[in-house]
Nanobody
Framework: QVRLVESGGGLVQAGGSLRLSCEAS????????AAWYRQAPGKEREFVAR????????SYADSVKGRFTISRDNGESTVYLQMNSLKPEDTAIYYC???????????WGQGTQVTVSS
């Protein structure tokens, strides 16, 4: 069982930056992918960014490409989401996700609120 705990959300003005962190309760090795999703009020949860733990390859939603960067600290089993040039439409609850790429076991954090004011 993997427990994920997010932190770093808050209120920021448009154009500002935030860095989200997600700490896993166990060491994440090469068979995991970690991702960030978000859910705005009245909308479905959507994919934001993913990183393959082994090798560090990344992918992003078009809406955040060039503004957000996902990274991981291999030694600490922590995944980060650096968010720059924030827009009001980035306002959402951001969730951390980890998936074992072979068993497909998936784990979610409790979410952290990000609010961007115009």
């Amino acid at each position: 069982q993997v427990r994920l705990v997010e932190s770093g959300g808050g209120l920021v003005q448009a154009g500002g930056s935030l860095r989200l962190s997600c700490e896993a309760s166990v060491r994440l090795f090469g068979n995991y992918a970690a991702a960030w999703y978000r859910q705005a009020p009245g909308k479905e949860r959507e994919f934001v960014a993913r990183i393959i733990w082994s090798g560090g390859s990344t992918s992003y939603a078009d809406s955040v490409k060039g503004r957000f960067t996902i990274s991981r600290d291999n030694g600490e089993s922590t995944v980060y989401l650096q968010m720059n040039s924030l827009k009001p439409e980035d306002t959402a609850i951001y969730y951390c996700n980890a998936v074992h790429m072979y068993s497909r076991a998936a784990y979610w954090g409790q979410g952290t609120q990000v609010t961007v004011s115009s």
